[in-house]
């Protein structure tokens, strides 16, 4: 019973984890739509580029700040990854000699035939 709340309590964890790491690659894809358009808007408009100069530094400083955030969440997660180890229930066992299983040369292709 309580290996198994311990496992569902890191799935959580780990879940959360990757929905983080999601949603900052989001906010990266979707920053970088955003400083194309205004390039396009500025463009299309035909004005100066030192207009809206200034929201465009502050839209990059935000790119600068979310490449750090999405550092530290890799970071975070090795962390974790590591930690795991020392959590009871969680620990990595492995048997035999540590290859690939089965091993990749000497076995042929296993196809489905109909």
Do not use: W, Y
Not at 38 to 55: C, K, L
Not at 71 to 79: E, N, S, T
């Amino acid at each position: 019973m309580r290996k198994q709340m311990i496992e569902n309590a890191a799935f959580e964890v780990a879940t959360q984890v990757r929905a983080v790491e999601d949603s900052i690659e989001t906010a990266l894809a979707e920053i970088a739509e955003l400083q194309s358009r205004m390039i396009h808007a500025r463009s299309t408009a035909r004005i100066a580029t030192a207009t809206g100069h200034a929201a465009f530094e502050h839209v990059a400083q935000t790119v600068q700040a979310l490449v750090a955030a999405r550092g530290g969440m890799a970071d975070a997660h090795m962390v974790l990854k590591e930690t795991q180890q020392s959590v009871p229930g969680l620990r990595t066992t492995g048997f035999g000699d540590g290859s690939e299983c089965p091993p990749a040369e000497g076995f042929a292709d296993l196809r489905v035939v109909a």
